[in-house]
């Protein structure tokens, strides 16, 4: 994972890991079941903003990183698709429930 994110990072399409949203296509089914399980929190054990599990295919990288999309959360600076507008910023669902903005 973190060879991957560093390779992005040289070729410049993130600067720091949690710009990165990551498509994960594990091969095996023990692999796949293991990251369904902790689906939820695979974004904080990887420190990025997204994580998405796509079935393999011929071809395709088991790990893909890519720019996330959205906006910066102004507590804890992950990009979200869904943000919530709070005072002079925006948050992410997380943070809006931590706070009580939502």
């Known amino acids: 994972m973190n060879k991957s994110l560093e390779e992005a990072r040289q070729r410049g399409e993130i600067g720091k890991s949690l710009e990165a949203a990551i498509e994960l296509s594990p091969a095996d089914e023990a692999t796949w079941s293991l990251c369904e399980r902790y689906r939820g929190t695979l974004a904080e054990l990887f420190i990025v903003s997204e994580v998405r599990l796509t079935q393999p295919a011929e071809g395709k990288p088991p ?8 906006e910066k959360c102004s507590r804890c600076w992950t990009i979200t698709s869904a943000p919530v507008a709070a005072g002079s910023g925006v948050l992410c669902g997380r943070c809006a429930r931590v706070v009580g903005a939502r």
């Open 63 to 70: 790990i893909a990183v890519a720019p996330a999309t959205g």
